[in-house]
């Protein structure tokens, strides 16, 4: 079982910067790549960025490619999100997971755990 719980969201106006931190309890956090992924208001929850367990491989939506920044900290049990440049389009719920797997993934539905999700704010 693994815990997670994200902060970091807030508002903040388009061309600004934040940082989103996700923070996971359980065991074994470095086996697990993860993965953060919005939801807009109508919308679908989309992927926006994943690392592997070992963050050596890091893979990011066409969207955010160049302004978003994914890492990790094995000894910390933390991932972060970077997020520059920030665009009104930028704004949801952002969702911190981890999948139970060296490679992280497209796909929602690869993920195992789910944080309770974190809200951005750009105001253009």
């Known amino acids: 079982q693994v815990q997670l719980v994200e902060s970091g969201g807030g508002l903040v106006q388009a061309g600004g910067s934040l940082r989103l931190s996700c923070a996971a309890s359980g065991r074994t956090f470095s086996r697990y790549a993860m993965g953060w992924f919005r939801q807009a208001p109508g919308k679908e929850r989309e992927f926006v960025a994943a690392?592997?367990?070992?963050?050596?491989?890091?893979n990011y939506a066409d969207s955010v490619k160049g302004r978003f920044f994914i890492s990790r900290d094995n000894a910390q049990n933390t991932v972060a999100l970077q997020m520059n440049s920030l665009k009104p389009e930028d704004t949801a719920v952002y969702y911190c997971a981890a999948r139970s797997s060296e490679m992280g993934s497209t796909s929602p539905r690869a993920y195992d755990y789910w944080g309770q999700g974190t809200r951005i704010t750009v105001s253009s």
């Open positions: 690392i592997s367990w070992s963050g050596v491989t890091r």
